[in-house]
Nanobody, 121 residues
Framework: QVQMVESGGGLVQAGGSLRLSCAASGSGFRINAMGWYRQAPGKQRELVASITSAGSTNYADSVKGRFTISRDNAKNTVYLQMNSLKPEDTAEYYC???????????????WGKGTLVTVSS
C-alpha cells in the first residue's frame, strides 16, 4: 500500500556532500516520524537521524554538525543533507517511516530498499 523510494546516493570524496531523498507514495495514509538509518559492511544497522511530524530532530553523535534531516509533509518526503563526509560514513542508507493507514489506530514501520553512499579517502 505504501512505497518508500530513496535516491541520491553515490560516490563522493572525503569532505564532499550528498543529499538523500526519500518519497513515500500511495494513498490512504499519514506519516508520523521519519528517519534515516545506515548499515556498513559487517556492522549493525544504526539510526543516523530522525524527525517527528512536528519537526523535532535527533542525530547520532557521529553525524552531529555535519548532517541535517528535514521533511516536506505535503510531499511525504524526507531528506538528509550530508556535508563534510568521511570514509566512515560509507554505508547503505535506508529511509524509515512510521505510517498510519487511515482507519487504523496504530502505526506500521515502512522501509525503503536503500541507497549506497561511498566516501573515498
Amino acid at each position: 500500500q505504501v512505497q518508500m523510494v530513496e535516491s541520491g546516493g553515490g560516490l563522493v570524496q572525503a569532505g564532499g556532500s550528498l543529499r538523500l531523498s526519500c518519497a513515500a507514495s500511495g494513498s490512504g495514509f499519514r506519516i508520523n516520524a521519519m528517519g534515516w538509518y545506515r548499515q556498513a559492511p559487517g556492522k549493525q544497522r544504526e539510526l543516523v537521524a530522525s524527525i517527528t511530524s512536528a519537526g523535532s530532530t535527533n542525530y547520532a553523535d557521529s553525524v552531529k554538525g555535519r548532517f541535517t534531516i528535514s521533511r516536506d509533509n505535503a510531499k511525504n518526503t524526507v531528506y538528509l543533507q550530508m556535508n563534510s563526509l568521511k570514509p566512515e560514513d560509507t554505508a547503505e542508507y535506508y529511509c524509515h517511516a512510521d505510517v498510519r493507514v487511515i482507519g487504523d489506530y496504530y502505526d506500521n514501520p515502512y522501509w525503503g530498499k536503500g541507497t549506497l553512499v561511498t566516501v573515498s579517502s
